[in-house]
């Protein structure tokens, strides 16, 4: 009875149960131990032992099945999780950690292929201790990682130091053994035909992988290509719809640039044809651009401003108008831009913003507009004013060179200029020290003379010349100064100025012009150039003035002939210089040393010509009223050869 009880519990249902309850593989030797305790049959044990071995195959067969199910739960698991990826760095690193995990090994990690050098280089690791492993580089061909990236094929070593298939280099065995890698699995990453790089498991220890291993890894090798492929289409994707968006908000905004640009090139161009000026083009300006803008002429002087911005540094101004002017554009000098208006090569003035905030491009161009339309206000006002001025010219020379004709049409012509020619005026003759030796000096003298007589309801023209100054008042020596003064400021040299009058009407315009004129000359003559007086303000030499040119000029000469005549004479016949050692001894004071000095002579020569002139007019020459008398002629004989 005892022995059909052992045999029962020795039967291969026990095995059933085994596998049932998932019992170790010891477990199973435990039905065959009994067996042979309780002295079955060998036909019995040799059964019990063939149930042992089917029973370890099914065993081993479902241990297969539930680690390939644990591997396709963990792909599944895999590929959910980097579907939810967005930034490719956190796929890499899911990708390693994931495949570190499945194989159970001690480090994962993975290579990616670089196109421009030719290799592969660490990209991520999990696991890893190693700084140096971290950053390796391997050359394609070199190592496990080199071959694979190479060949596109899975390899695996148990012992990677001790693996002769593979070409170590020193680089790379340091790293792998500062790592303390032992067992490389390495499969490539795939995408379409390209390896994109390598993915990699390996242990510390001696471990051969199994077949399902590497399928495995190969698989999720798949998967992670795939993501890495999703990633950065998603990461290049992103960068285009950001430069999308940067460049239609570039394009919105230029778009509204140019449409701020018509409008101002529209109003600036309603404003030049409705005739506004300066200070409507600058508001117009600042309507659109905002902040302050002031508008400068030629000489730095003010055309116009609106907002507050103060005057900027004349060195500053000169230099950021070249600059503007070289480049053909606007610069910008710290807080302020600054735009040169020209015509041609001919500099005009300049504008200058301070802007709110930055100016785009389009700001700029409409900076540089205005600047352009301001060059075309000014040269509009200087087209008008020369055309004013011929007119207002053309009247003044009529009156003075014609005076004998029709005074009731000069007068017509004067009214509707503004100008009343019965009312006192004086004239004012400008020396041609005035004038530098180009021709646009001149006419730049002229454009002043017609610009400044009209501003006080006066005339202005060229004449013989001079240029000649009609102005309301009874001054004549003060409008002569005043206009030296100012035209010397402009010209940047000493200008001379004869003033006369004032006038009685039209008929004594020209009478007043030739005393005018005669002024100017005796002032040169008497060593004034560079002044400005009338007439009335020269003492002895003014009263003759008017008795100089008309029916007192034989008086004149009967004056000079009887008093320096003879020394005159003298100079004549032996071409000697008799008179200019009389001036330069008169100028000196009497004195013989100084008078030899200014002549370049020595005393004895001025000594020598001092006793002919006495043999000439007499001994008493010296004296006080024949010395008075004798300075006069010789004043009167200086200034009737310089109008002669």
Not at 341 to 358: F, H, K, S, W, Y
Not at 509 to 521: G, K, P
């Amino acid at each position: 009875m005892a022995a059909r009880t052992m045999a029962g519990m020795s039967s291969p249902v026990e095995f059933l149960e085994l596998l049932a309850r998932e019992a170790a593989a010891i477990e199973f030797e435990g039905p065959l131990v009994a067996a042979r305790a309780a002295g079955l049959p060998a036909d019995r044990l040799a059964e019990l032992e063939q149930a042992k071995v089917v029973a370890l195959r099914v065993r081993a067969l479902l241990e297969r099945r539930r680690r390939r199910e644990i591997e396709l739960s963990g792909l599944y698991d895999t590929a959910s999780d980097l579907a939810g990826l967005r930034d490719l760095d956190d796929v890499l690193r899911a990708i390693v950690h994931r495949a570190r995990i499945l194989l159970s090994t001690d480090v994962a990690y993975m290579t990616l292929n670089d196109d421009e050098r030719g290799d592969t280089y660490m990209r991520v690791t999990d696991g890893s201790i190693s700084a140096r492993f971290q950053g390796l580089r391997l050359e394609m061909g070199d190592g496990l990682g080199g071959l694979v990236a190479q060949t596109g094929t899975p390899y695996v070593t148990s012992n990677y130091q001790e693996d002769k298939r593979f070409r170590h280099t020193g680089e790379i065995d340091g790293g792998v053994g500062e790592e303390g890698l032992v067992a490389i699995l390495g499969v490539p990453l795939r995408l379409g035909s390209s390896v994109i790089g390598v993915l990699y498991a390996a242990n510390r220890s001696a471990r051969p992988f199994a077949r399902e291993e590497v399928s495995l890894l190969v698989s999720l090798a798949a998967h992670a290509a795939v993501a890495i492929d999703t990633a950065r289409l998603l990461a290049e994707t992103r960068a285009a719809l950001a430069e999308l968006s940067a460049a239609n908000s570039t394009i919105r905004a230029h778009s509204s640039s140019v449409e701020r640009a018509a409008a101002a090139h529209d109003r600036m161009t309603a404003l030049v044809v409705r005739g506004g000026g300066m200070e409507d083009l600058a508001a117009a300006v600042t309507d659109v651009l905002g902040g302050a803008l002031l508008a400068l002429d030629a000489e730095g002087r003010r055309l116009a401003r609106v907002g507050e911005i103060g005057e900027p540094d004349r060195a500053d101004l000169v230099e950021a108008v070249a600059a503007s002017r070289t480049e053909g554009r606007s610069v910008r000098r710290g807080p302020l831009w600054y735009a040169a208006v020209v015509a041609g090569a001919e500099n005009l003035g300049a504008l200058v913003l301070r802007p709110d905030g930055e100016l785009v491009d389009a700001d700029q161009r409409i900076l540089e507009r205005a600047a352009l339309v301001t060059a075309l206000l000014l040269l509009f006002r200087r087209t008008v004013a020369e055309a004013e001025g011929r007119v207002r010219g053309e009247l003044l020379d009529d009156l003075i060179a014609r005076p004998a004709q029709d005074t009731d049409a000069l007068r017509g012509r004067a009214r509707r200029l503004g100008v009343d020619l019965d009312a006192p005026h004086v004239l004012v003759a400008v020396g041609d020290d005035a004038f530098a030796a180009t021709g646009s000096a001149r006419q730049r003298v002229l454009s002043w003379a017609i610009t400044y007589a009209s501003t006080r309801g006066g005339l202005a023209a060229a004449r013989d010349g001079r240029v000649v100054l009609m102005l309301p008042g009874k001054d004549a020596g003060g409008a002569a100064r005043a206009v030296a003064r100012d035209l010397s400021r402009v010209t940047g040299r000493p200008v001379t100025a004869g003033g006369s009058g004032p006038s009685t009407g039209p008929a004594s315009l020209a009478t007043v012009f030739a005393e005018a004129d005669r002024c100017l000359t005796a002032l040169g003559a008497l060593g004034r150039a560079g002044q400005g007086a009338s007439t009335a303000e020269l003492g002895f030499v003014g009263l003759l003035l008017g008795a100089v040119g008309d029916s007192g000029d034989r008086d004149v000469a009967r004056f000079l002939a009887a008093t320096v005549g003879p020394v005159v004479d003298y100079d004549a016949r032996r071409g000697t210089a008799l008179v200019k050692t009389l001036e330069a001894y008169f100028g000196m004071g009497g004195s013989l040393a100084r008078a030899a000095e200014l002549l370049h002579v020595h005393v004895n020569t001025v000594t020598q010509r001092l006793e002919r002139v006495g043999q000439l007019l007499g001994a008493d020459w010296q004296k006080p009223e024949r010395a008075l008398e004798v300075q006069l002629a010789l004043r009167l004989h200086r200034l009737r050869a310089t109008t002669e």
